[in-house]
């Protein structure tokens, strides 16, 4: 049966989440990540182990906060000027929700990116693991499944 308020309450965190990384608010963003964070964005395909396989993101919370200072401290080229972005979050499930406050949820993706150079449309699915604190929810965990992620992609650099 389907907890229908817990499936509202993850896809109000999940909207939230595009929405900051949309705006630019890089702090914001940040604050959502639990303390032992994974961010993956595998490549050559979604069944990889990226402990033995290249993958284009494969970011522990420390490399996670690096990259936001980066983005915010105009030191990441490539975004200078910022990306304007508008993401697209549907099909959200609830895939597990365990006794321990966490749950792991998946939803499809639209993101529109444009830059000078033109505009470039991104696609795939989102899977989170979300754990529940004093403060709200915080992402243990985001894996981004590009649908393209098996042939060369142009420079992503912006939080997917």
Known sequence: MIDFS???EVEQFLYREARLADD????AWEELWA???I???PAGGDDIDPGR???????????LGLRVKQLKTGKRHSQTPRSRTRRVISNV???EAGPDGEVVASANFVVYESRPRGTRTWAGRYQYRLRRTDTGWRMARKDV???DNDRPLPTMAFLI
Do not use: C, K, P, T
């Not at 630019?24 to 702090?27: A, L, N």
């Not at 396989?53 to 490399?63: A, G, K, P």
């Open 6 to 8: 817990l499936l509202r």
């Open 24 to 27: 630019g608010d890089y702090d």
């Open 35 to 37: 303390d032992d964070a």
């Open 39 to 41: 961010y993956w964005v």
């Open 53 to 63: 396989q290249m993958s284009i993101i494969f970011d522990n919370r420390s490399r």
């Open 93 to 95: 499930e609830l895939l």
């Open 145 to 147: 499944f590009l649908v």
